[in-house]
């Protein structure tokens, strides 16, 4: 069982579409990430946020826009993607670590996203 | 920019052989994690390692970190089945966020 959870499990859109991926923790974790992940490689880190605010974007599309309306919740608002935006898109949480110093992340089951 | 290389990309063994994943960064790392993707799932943290010659055991499960902070292994005595994924080294430098993946070893085992 994960403490992070995300909805959809999965996704299929047209390139036209408007849709959003919601990510959801209860574990009082601070900071919250999305990550893209495509199949046999690493998690592609895109957003942060720390304590609400947008902390690292990096340099993603503007197709992509995330939200993070309250400490729990965050979301991923999606709008005309491509093809090549299909990927597992994993939402994670973790405390807030010290100048410096990283805290272990904890990922949830993912979002697995087709566009036609 | 930082980069963070991990071999060997794939691992076959025979189920209670032992396998050993290595990591090595292009700079001083401040800490290093591990996780483990099993096929279809999602990362899941394993350990933290943030001392220089830092060595952390997890039953079957060996992690060192190097004494210059720039490497990092993973070593699994008798692999079982249930070892079966990818195991992906991340080291952090200096942000409270960033982490980069290496790109991953996958274990299967042969029973």
């Known amino acids: 069982d994960t403490e992070v959870t995300q909805t959809p499990k999965h996704l299929v859109m047209g390139m036209t579409n408007k849709k959003s991926l919601k990510c959801e923790q209860h574990m009082g974790h601070r900071a919250m990430y999305w990550y893209k992940q495509k199949a046999k490689k690493p998690p592609e880190l895109m957003f942060v946020y720390s304590y609400e605010k947008l902390s690292i974007n990096e340099s993603v599309p503007s197709r992509f826009s995330p939200e993070c309306p309250n400490s729990s919740l965050l979301n991923l608002h999606l709008h005309a993607l491509q093809p090549e935006d299909s990927a597992l898109y994993l939402c994670a949480s973790s405390q807030e670590g010290g100048t410096g110093s990283n805290q272990p992340q904890h990922f949830g089951d993912g979002t697995r996203l087709s566009i036609l | 920019g930082q980069q963070v290389m991990q071999i060997p990309q794939y691992q076959h063994v025979q189920e209670g052989e032992d396998f050993t994943t290595y990591c090595n960064s292009s700079?001083?790392?401040?800490?290093i994690q591990w996780y483990k993707q099993r096929p279809g799932g999602h990362p899941v943290f394993l350990i933290q390692?943030?001392?220089?010659?830092e060595v952390k055991k997890q039953k079957r499960l060996t992690f060192q970190f190097g004494e210059a902070k720039k490497n990092s292994s993973l070593h699994i005595t008798a692999t079982q089945t249930t070892d079966v994924g990818t195991y992906f080294c991340a080291g952090g430098v200096g942000s409270n966020y960033k982490l980069t993946f290496g790109k991953g070893t996958l274990l299967t085992v042969n029973p």
């Open positions: 390692l943030v001392k220089s010659g």
């Open positions: 700079t001083t790392l401040s800490n």
